[in-house]
């Protein structure tokens, strides 16, 4: 049964409340699960289950560690803390007594080179096992065991140093200081310094000198000016193009797709952005668990820089399980199988099935089902150009209308540039429907084209850049002999900003139009718009934004435009809060109605993986239809968008 909401115009009909909350995890299963079967960790956070057994330690002694920088401000002492090893290991004994006092001097080491990062290069570190200096004790110490052997670590940071004179010579003589960050009175800590030198070898690199090397990298400490005086020197040797690339490690993926899907063509011109972008490319087909790629020390004989390939095969065949549960929409289960190399040239084939509103539904017929098949062939024709193929059933029971659709796709994208990407298929639907418009049938032949700009430097987790695409599709509605086209463009925004983008605004913008077709019911149901939910605007349920009749049935529109802005604040290296606001509005014309703006406002949390963050966002609707749900809780892996 199809829920209704109160028409915003007429005050008519009803719709069922429920607020929901969704859980979901999938995971792929593999043999280490057999091993650690008494416990479970997503992205290393244990979900039940004990920890693992610890590492056994040979004659165990426990200490107690104190660390005293009564000098030092926040910044330098958080800075310390994370350096110091017995800090961390606080609660695990050391390897006897020989095994703490060498743990002791390595953190002195390690506190010494915090400092020197921290540009505090006239600091003292002084550290003491059972009262006395490391060095004064002898190298195989016996301490007192009746009670945790203390350990206290003194920190004098001294003052802080800047950067005195800098020079540059060799083939780097001249350039802007600036660009590097090595002015005078600048930051002088040592990892600026490191990644100041890093950056003139890169930009000698990026001129296509493959061999560029410091040859000096010089700081001396000035103590009665608390300065530092630097001197660089770099050769950058031949600009040689790209030569032979071999490929080593692959079993069962082709090594000369390898080659070619790389597109490392010899003769090109050598760049460390080529390697990066051939690198990222290679790992974004899924085939491999490890991938570098090499360059020679030295040039060949026809000068030019050979390349090798070094691969890692992860495995190739995949399965997993997955569930959710929502309070309006019961419990859901999903499946799939897949396999990353099918034919030796990292074609994918995957085979995926769900089952929802499981209690939700009064009967098996009421519940939405999913089963489908999807085929993948990277470098159909060409390095550039990927061929995909689907066939997917569904039946669907959303609260605006019910169906049971059809679905097959065929499909060429072929990538212009580096951030540029052209696609075109054909799609053929069957759809069954049931909506506002009563019980139809629809048979619907599709030709999708779109046109994607992608200059985000992270896709799961932008920073900087943006996303644009537009996307059209002309189709002809075969039973009721109706041509009609939607056009759809979208775009997302990134910028971070300040000290290690600690703050990121982000924000989206997405719009689409719906023209053809005399009647809005002469559309299938499954191609009007609606707008609502997770991935648009949050705080309302699925679809929940739409025009409605008289009789409250949501009819689904002729052209919609949503926008979200978010500020994704980092909190600390792994946690971050997200406030943000959406809106959108739907409207059963071609030219947009703003009259009926629909807005939801909230705040998430993220947790950092290396899979992407984790998030989990709450919402609230600020113009909430009658019945309607008064928030809504959305959780899922990457960023909304």
Do not use: C
Not at 91 to 101: C, N, R
Not at 217 to 246: C, K, S
Not at 349 to 371: H, T
Not at 485 to 509: N, P, Q, V
């Amino acid at each position: 049964m199809r829920r209704k909401r109160t028409n915003p115009k007429t005050g008519i009909a009803y719709r069922k409340a429920g607020t929901a909350l969704a859980v979901a995890m999938a995971f792929a299963l593999y043999p280490a699960f057999a091993r650690d079967a008494f416990a479970f960790k997503l992205f290393g956070v244990r979900l039940w289950g004990s920890e693992e057994p610890e590492v056994e330690v040979i004659n165990p002694v426990k200490y107690a560690v104190t660390l005293n920088a009564p000098d030092a401000d926040k910044s330098l002492t958080g800075s310390l803390e994370n350096s110091s090893l017995l800090l961390a290991d606080k609660d695990k004994p050391a390897s006897g007594d020989l095994g703490l006092l060498i743990k002791a001097r390595d953190d002195r080491d390690r506190l010494i080179a915090a400092l020197y990062e921290n540009a505090r290069y006239g600091g003292i570190v002084n550290v003491t096992v059972a009262g006395k200096d490391v060095d004064a004790l002898p190298p195989n110490p016996v301490f007192d065991h009746s009670a945790p052997v203390p350990v206290v670590i003194t920190v004098t940071p001294g003052p802080k140093f800047t950067l005195g004179s800098v020079r540059l010579e060799g083939d780097v003589t001249g350039r802007n200081l600036e660009e590097y960050g090595l002015v005078t009175g600048g930051d002088a800590g040592s990892l600026a310094i490191i990644r100041a030198g890093n950056k003139l070898i890169d930009d000698l690199k990026a001129e296509g000198r493959p061999l560029a090397k410091l040859t000096k990298r010089e700081a001396v400490a000035n103590h009665a000016t608390n300065t530092v005086d630097i001197t660089m020197a770099a050769e950058g040797g031949p600009v040689a193009p790209l030569g032979e690339v071999t490929v080593t490690g692959e079993k069962t993926v082709d090594g000369d797709f390898i080659r070619r899907y790389s597109r490392l063509n010899g003769g090109e011109p050598y760049s460390p952005e080529k390697l990066r972008k051939a690198a990222d490319r290679l790992r974004q087909l899924g085939v491999f668990s490890s991938l570098t790629i090499k360059e020679a020390g030295t040039l060949s004989r026809d000068g030019t820089i050979p390349l090798t390939i070094e691969v890692s095969e992860g495995k190739h065949r995949y399965f997993g399980v997955g569930a959710q549960y929502s309070t309006t929409e019961g419990i859901g289960l999903q499946g799939y199988w897949g396999h990353r190399n099918l034919f030796g040239q990292a074609e994918s084939l995957r085979i995926e099935g769900s089952v929802s509103r499981i209690a939700e539904a009064s009967s098996v017929e009421g519940m939405d089902y999913s089963a489908g098949i999807t085929f993948t062939k990277p470098g159909m024709f060409n390095p550039r150009t990927t061929f995909k193929t689907s066939l997917i059933a569904k039946t669907e029971h959303p609260d605006t209308y019910e169906a049971k659709t059809l679905t097959g796709t065929a499909g060429f994208s072929y990538e212009l540039n580096d951030t540029d990407t052209a696609a075109a298929g054909l799609e053929v639907q069957w759809a069954d429907t049931e909506d506002a418009f009563g019980k139809n049938e629809y048979l619907t032949t599709s030709i999708p084209l779109e046109f994607v700009r992608d200059t985000r430097d992270d896709k799961l987790n932008p920073t900087e850049g943006f996303r644009a695409s537009v996307a059209a599709k002309p189709s002809y509605e075969a039973l009721n002999g109706t041509f009609f086209s939607s056009f759809e463009g979208s775009i997302t925004g990134y910028k971070g900003l300040g000290a290690e983008d600690r703050l990121i605004m982000a924000g989206k913008l997405s719009g689409g139009v719906l023209v053809g077709g005399s009647d809005l019911q002469d559309i299938p149901t499954t191609r009007r718009f609606y707008a609502g939910g997770g991935g648009s605007v949050r705080g309302y349920s699925y679809q929940e934004i739409s025009p409605y009749n008289a009789a409250g049935d949501a009819t689904g529109g002729r052209s919609y435009v949503v926008g979200s802005v978010e500020a994704r604040i980092k909190v600390t290296d792994t946690i971050g809060i997200v406030p943000f606001i959406d809106a959108g509005v739907v409207s059963d014309e071609v030219t947009p109605d703003f009259s009926d703006i629909r807005a939801g406002a909230g705040i998430g949390l993220r947790y950092a993986t290396p899979f992407g963050p984790l998030r989990l966002d709450v919402a609230m609707p600020l113009d909430k239809y009658d019945g309607g749900n008064s928030f809504g809780i959305y959780a899922g892996i990457g960023q909304s968008f």
